[in-house]
């Protein structure tokens, strides 16, 4: 019997030392939240205090998937860094406003409106050669 396919891809779009683009698609919920938390704990680790969510292909987020992205939010606060969600659809929007949460992300309708929020220094170059968007997981391009 063979695994079960992801129904949450994470890719890498592009990095600086301290920032990481990253695009989510699929469903955030009870069945991803450790590979969500693993993946993008992975990434703080490595120093990345700013994280910027490409949520646009985000098709499902629960409040499983919600506790997700506090839990992210909380981390990087505490990193004096921030996670900035780029492209919210209406349901991921209305989550956010049914539950309370949207005084606590920083939205932006893009990834370039939220890349320029942050020091030149920190930015990662935007947008990315097309050939780095590759895979699932996240391996935070060369």
Known sequence: MGT???RLTIVGLAHS????VIRL?????QASEKFFMDTLGGLV???HRHII???TALTFCDSRGLNCLLALHWLLRRRTGALMLAGVGRRLGMLLENSGS???FTVHTSVGQALRSLPEPARPHWPPPAERSTGEGVSPPA
């Open 4 to 6: 079960p396919p992801r």
């Open 17 to 20: 030392d301290v920032c990481a």
């Open 25 to 29: 698609s699929g469903e955030l919920d």
């Open 45 to 47: 680790d490595a120093g």
């Open 53 to 55: 969510l490409d949520v």
């Open 102 to 104: 949207t005084s606590l």
